[in-house]
């Protein structure tokens, strides 16, 4: 989380973790909505690392139109 601060135009959030993949972009699109950072119609990117708890690097990207 801290080297995607790095990047320009990333806006970097920990949440907690998710019971499944759905529930995540779901909580996603959310909070990207109750930060201010999109709304209804805009696009956001969403990555994470699956299974939730298992470390090891990010294994999933998903642009995501907020609804």
């Known amino acids: 989380m801290r080297r995607c601060t790095l990047l320009w135009g990333v806006r970097a959030a920990m949440r907690e973790e998710s ?12 909070a990207a909505v109750d930060e201010g950072v999109a709304k209804r119609g805009d696009k ?7 299974p939730p708890g298992r470390s090891g690097g990010t294994n999933l990207f998903k642009v995501h139109e907020i609804e």
């Open 44 to 50: 956001i990117g969403i990555t994470a690392g699956l």
């Open 19 to 30: 019971t499944s993949t759905l529930d995540l972009i779901e909580e996603c699109a959310a």
